[in-house]
């Protein structure tokens, strides 16, 4: 089974920049979408971005749309996201997670089954 594994986080300020991975461990993305949640204190997790790996469709929560990036690299069994203009709003646990979902249900965590363990992104305004 594949294990995602996250990296990039850190604490930043309004406007600034960050690029997260998600690196595959144990096998490879083949097959799989491979998506982005995030989730603020207090808040439910939400739906960020996702990629289809074999085929590469891209979709991107309204909230993210034209300042976030979601990318692969293929050689390397990553998927990035590059986080651009970033407002406090942004703060959050950043998780990378795998499944198979149809493209309806995307946007729908209990479709993905492997999941990281988050990196830590804080906007200071």
């Known amino acids: 089974q594949v294990q995602p594994v996250e990296s990039g986080g850190g604490l930043v300020q309004a406007g600034d920049s960050l690029r997260l991975s998600c690196a595959a461990s144990?096998?490879?993305?083949?097959?799989?979408?491979v998506a982005w949640f995030r989730q603020a204190p207090g808040k439910e997790r939400e739906f960020v971005s996702a990629?289809?790996?074999?085929?590469?469709?891209?979709y991107y929560a309204e909230s993210v749309k034209g300042r976030f990036t979601i990318s692969k690299d293929t050689a390397k069994s990553t998927v990035y996201l590059q986080t651009n203009s970033l407002a406090p709003e942004d703060t959050a646990v950043y998780y990378c997670?795998?499944?198979?979902?149809?493209?309806?249900?995307?946007?729908?965590?209990?479709?993905?089954?492997?999941w990281g363990q988050g990196t830590q992104v804080t906007v200071s305004s």
């Open positions: 144990g096998s490879t993305f083949s097959g799989y979408m």
């Open positions: 990629l289809r790996w074999s085929g590469g469709g891209t």
């Open positions: 997670a795998v499944g198979r979902p149809i493209v309806s249900a995307v946007r729908e965590s209990r479709m993905y089954y492997y």
